[in-house]
């Protein structure tokens, strides 16, 4: 059984930075963040497929996050830089056990963490 831990949420001012992490027990081939407020969707923001080592982006953070993976560690990271007011939300780590093509989707992944929260004042 796949187990997911988040760390490193907090309160930051506009422009900051902030730096997530999310220990990972058990085998998986994927992993991700995602995001939501209250009364909204559950929004993909970067994945990372172990295999290749590829990653992958939301359009709204493209250039300003990055996701890395640390095998060694079995953790994954994400480096949140330039941040702003409408970043904030409970950052969520996902993974997943089996194969696939698609990194964006919910469905994607099997495997939760509990959230952590990201709040950026203006």
């Known amino acids: 059984q796949v187990q997911l831990v988040e760390s490193g949420g907090g309160l930051v001012q506009a422009g900051g930075s902030l730096r997530l992490s999310c220990a990972v027990s058990?085998?998986?081939?994927?992993a991700g963040w995602f995001r939501q407020v209250p009364g909204k969707d559950r929004d993909f923001v970067a994945a990372?497929?172990?295999?290749?080592?590829?990653?992958y982006y939301a359009d709204s953070i493209k250039g300003r996050f990055t996701i890395s993976g640390d095998l060694a560690n079995n953790a994954i990271y994400l480096q949140m830089n330039s941040l702003k007011p409408e970043d904030t939300a409970v950052y969520y780590c996902?993974?997943?056990?089996?194969?696939?093509?698609?990194?964006?989707?919910?469905?994607?992944?099997?495997?939760w963490g509990q959230g952590t929260q990201v709040t950026v004042s203006s």
């Open positions: 990372i497929s172990w295999g290749f080592g590829s990653t």
């Open positions: 058990g085998h998986t081939t994927a």
């Open positions: 996902a993974a997943r056990e089996f194969y696939s093509n698609s990194f964006s989707m919910r469905a994607d992944y099997n495997f």
